[in-house]
T-cell receptor, first 115, second 111 residues
Framework: SAVISQKPSRDICQRGTSLTIQCQVD?????MFWYRQQPGQSLTLIAT?????????ESGFVIDKFPISRPNLTFSTLTVSNMSPEDSSIYLC????????????FGPGTRLTVL | EDQVTQSPEALRLQEGESSSLNCSYT??????LFWYRQDPGKGPEFLFT???AGEEKEKERLKATLTKKESFLHITAPKPEDSATYLC????????????FGAGTRLAVHP
């Protein structure tokens, strides 16, 4: 398994500002993922982050709104840009050691509230 | 389009009352089906991975099974600490390791 931590655990932000969420894994992993969980909803994949290449975004998510960095094999960041109240969600980071091991382990999440 | 449907949305059980949660899926080619447990305010906790029809896995009071169209999570003699949301997710073959999640089943076990 992998132990994943996220910072911050929660934040309250003003409309129009940006927040960067950090994700740290306790060992090197091939693939890292960012998910959004809106209130009362299940998880939706935002993008996949591989080290050394551009992130791959899912339909409905764009790089200008959710820029992602993956500087090494244990760390990634997700920025939520120009926030609006609709961005209020839990943002979750996950990782797997793929391609032969495809189980994803999740961090504790970052609870974001935008006023 | 790949899709995962879980039922029921919510389930209330008495302690010791066994039951099953359902996960129906439509996927172009199944690479794996995953069960997670999520407690309020926390990230999903991995429970099981199933890869092929007929496969079964067990962990304490939980048993997961898989057919070509659905998976069941059987809970035997549940305890209040089993109360959580149980999430089902699938990975399609031929692509990267994207997980497609169902909406989850909220389980409440009362003493």
């Amino acid at each position: 398994s992998a132990v994943i931590s996220q910072k911050p655990s929660r934040d309250i932000c003003q409309r129009g500002t940006s927040l960067t969420i950090q994700c740290q894994v306790d060992s090197q992993v091939t693939m890292m993922f960012w998910y959004r969980q809106q209130p009362g909803q299940s998880l939706t994949l935002i993008a996949t982050a591989n080290q050394g290449s551009e992130a791959t975004y899912e339909s409905g998510f764009v790089i200008d709104k959710f820029p992602i960095s993956r500087p090494n094999l244990t760390f990634s960041t997700l920025t939520v840009s120009n926030m609006s109240p609709e961005d209020s969600s839990i943002y979750l980071c996950s990782a797997d050691r793929g391609p032969s091991t495809d189980t994803q382990y999740f961090g504790p999440g970052t609870r974001l509230t935008v006023l | 389009e790949d899709q995962v449907t879980q039922s029921p949305e919510a389930l209330r059980l008495q302690e010791g009352e066994s039951s099953s949660l359902n996960c129906s899926y439509t996927v172009s080619g199944l690479r794996g089906l995953f069960w997670y447990r999520q407690d309020p305010g926390k990230g999903p906790e991995f429970l099981f991975t199933l890869y092929s029809a007929g496969e079964e896995k067990e962990k304490e009071r939980l048993k997961a099974t898989l057919t070509k169209k659905e998976s069941f999570l059987h809970i035997t003699a549940p305890k209040p600490e089993d109360s959580a949301t149980y999430l089902c997710a699938v990975q399609a073959s031929g692509g990267y390791n994207k997980l497609i999640f169902g909406a989850g089943t909220r389980l409440a076990v009362h003493p």
